[in-house]
């Protein structure tokens, strides 16, 4: 997969415990996968955050696990659970992802598409109207 790395986002993973290096790099990859448009920038002082006609995703280490941040408004769909917070938030919602846990590439995949999908029609603040 090519795309143009920012080198913020280079430093923020690179300045991780291993492990979620890992994830990081792969959400990274399937992310820019889903569409070839797709950008990624530093916002909120060190997070970064994927973008095409909004925002898509952003990433937050923690302790213990990584959060992926779906800037999707709750209306793309989850069947098959992989939304861990959040469920009630108006803007995004979380999955978290532990050392040792498989991401479901499938399912992450599919919510990039709707959310592109979504900023591409306009965003989710208005097809949720």
């Known amino acids: 997969m090519t795309y143009t790395a920012d080198p913020r986002v280079d430093a923020y993973i690179d300045s991780l415990p291993d492990w ?3 994830i990081c790099r792969e ?14 920038t530093i916002k ?3 997070r970064p955050y994927f973008v095409l006609q909004g925002n898509i995703c952003a990433l937050l280490a923690a302790k213990d696990h990584i959060n992926i941040f ?6 793309v769909p989850d069947p098959e659970g992989i ?9 995004a919602r979380t999955v978290a992802i532990r050392q040792g846990e498989m ?3 499938r399912a992450l995949t599919a919510m990039f598409k709707q959310i592109i999908a979504n900023n591409r029609a306009g965003g989710w603040r208005k097809l949720k109207r």
């Open 27 to 40: 959400v990274r990859e399937l992310i820019h996968a889903a569409d070839r448009d797709v950008t990624e």
């Open 103 to 105: 991401i479901n590439r």
């Open 83 to 91: 939304i861990t917070g959040g469920h009630d938030n108006k803007t």
């Open 44 to 46: 909120r002082t060190n």
């Open 20 to 22: 979620q290096q890992v």
């Open 70 to 75: 779906l800037y999707d408004g709750a209306i």
